[in-house]
């Protein structure tokens, strides 16, 4: 009796002892207690990680507008437009964002902006691509019942223009997901810290963590969006169904 | 500024020990030899596949696929991976086996989509009448499908080459080779941050270089010339796939 007991007590001891997955000795790719352990660190990662995506993509999306309808009114500006917007993916991340920090310091803003400008490449075109994809004669046939320009764009070609346009949004999306990564360069990286970190001191748990998510980002933001489009042009659903 | 033109002007930086011409001719190495590997394996695959009119799923998903995984979360594990992991791999500098496989994981999905879509877009009526002329399937894709889709397939190449040598900037972020290396040092030490920008702007302005000079190629190789399309679009019967080729942002 009394020695079952003893052995139950060395068997505790034993398993409190034994070292954690992300411990430096077993050093695990995927290691459930870490997730747990650093939840707090994860939770916070991914948080600014979608902070920044969300904001580089809507200030992407508020810049490539202007541009587009730019683009479209006055047709002897659009190659230069579009030629611009498509020069900036030639600049590399790394590049852009050590640029940007003059202006606006080690802070958000900056993998903001520079994230906003390389949405640019795709949206501008998407846009343009969008607002062409309408069919004249709807164009007319709205011109005829009394539509303002205003009105024409808002209650009829921004409509029309929505599957084109948010198929350049999802592109858009998924890889601001990934660039913001590279925000760890001027030290605001999101879910990039913990890549940066995680490989800097050869901590796998932690690097595998700051993968997977960005991944699983991108997929989550990339199903919203489509759910959203879905949501938002219920006559596709009736016409295909 | 100033002091970056200066850095860039003076001789000693660029013949220095890990100085940029070094730094330069590996990060060219690196982003050729990916394409190079790349286009060996992606385009025969995405041309056979293209051919055959099979496959279409995966060559659209597999660029999707590539978006959603960050460069810099691939290479970070590729690094810690027991292979390839960081060790000096010839010429191609510290970690470079690691930066090799994940260029060619990013230079393969622009590769591969663009030339499948190129020949798969090739109009039905020129197959069938290439057919009806008596032509084998071998022939029909060299005389014909090849020449028409080779616009798109050289664009998927040139996409491919700017987002492979941005990528191999991110390089020095796991202590891989390149010019990724200026810049992260020039922006880790102020009194070096004159090095960094020069850096910044020389691999931009390579970025350029190469995007202008694939688009100089991209032209010669159209069979149609741009003048004749715009101008007589109607007469040509035969106009080679056109699709919308903005390129992605990779970091």
Redesign the interface.
Known sequence: MGVTLLGAGVATVVSAREPKCYSRDVNAWICGDYWVDRQDEIIEATATHLQITVAAVLLGLAIAFPLALVARGLPRLESSVLGMS???????????L??L?PLTGLTKTTVVIGLGL?CL??LV?AIL?GLRSVPDDIREAAVGIGYGSARLLLRVELPLALPVMMAGLR?AT??T???T??G???SEGGL?YL??D??ST?F?AE??A??VL??AL??AL?LLLVLAQRLATPWRRAVSA | MIEAIEFLLDGESWTRNNGLLEQLVQQLLLTFTALALAVAVGLPIALWLGHLGRGGLLAINISNIGRAVPTFALLAVLVRLEWPGNDPFGPYGRAGLATLVALLFFALPPIITQAYVGVREVDDGVRESARGMGMSGAQLFWRVELPLALPLVVSGVRLALVQVWATATIASLVGGPGLGNVIQLGFANLDRRSEGIAGAILVALIALVLELAAALVQRAVNPVPRSARTASSDQMSVLPPTVNTAGDPVG
């Open positions: 498509t020069a900036i993916y030639t600049v590399p991340s790394l590049a852009l050590p640029l920090v390389y490449t795709i075109r691509d592109v998924v890889s997901v990934a660039l990564t590279i760890t360069v001027v990039g890549i940066a995680g490989q050869e796998n690097l595998f700051g993968a960005c991944v991108a997929l990339d």
